[in-house]
């Protein structure tokens, strides 16, 4: 589950977060930085249990780096990854520093957010848009042996039985291609 990105979340909105996590039998809470500020030692409080994964965001290499190496949990986000802290680098380059990262920072990786992004394109599209990505990125998850959950990040318009059916036809594919236990 992901909480709010907003600043102004008022008491009540924090307290039902928690609470639909619990009903829900989440375990993890995806939070961005600034939300972790401010809310996280309330919903620490409400719920000791529950992990907080901090999602990395539009960070500079070395910003990324000390995100990564303060969070007990992270929460990875590919696009803002190859976009902002790669600045759009070629594939090579992506997949190099994710096999870095996840050599180093693994262990904490709750979840991987994925879309079909490419260099210079529209953000939040289908995994569909970017197979070559796609495939290599969850490879190399299936590899690094990441167990955590992996969500398709996609803009409104197109969370569409379409758009949908054609994201699961690509991760079939990826599956009967790949010999990994999923």
Known sequence: MKFQT?????????ENCVKLCAVLNCDTLVIHEPMLRKFGSRIA???????LAVENNRFNKVRF???ASSNDKLTLD?????????NDAPLEILLEELGLFLGKYGE???QVHLSG????QPVHRPMYCNRDMVFSVLSLLAETGFDGFLVSEVGEEYLNRR?????TLLIGSWQE??????
Do not use: R
């Open 163 to 167: 758009d949908l059916v054609m994201d």
């Open 108 to 110: 904490k990786l709750q």
């Open 78 to 86: 590919i696009e803002h990854f190859w976009k902002f802290t790669l």
């Open 6 to 14: 907003s600043l102004e979340v008022p008491e009540q909105a924090v």
């Open 117 to 120: 992004y490419q260099p210079g």
């Open 65 to 67: 780096d000390e995100w």
């Open 177 to 182: 291609l790949t010999v990994v236990d999923v």
């Open 45 to 51: 409080e409400l719920a000791p249990g529950l992990n």
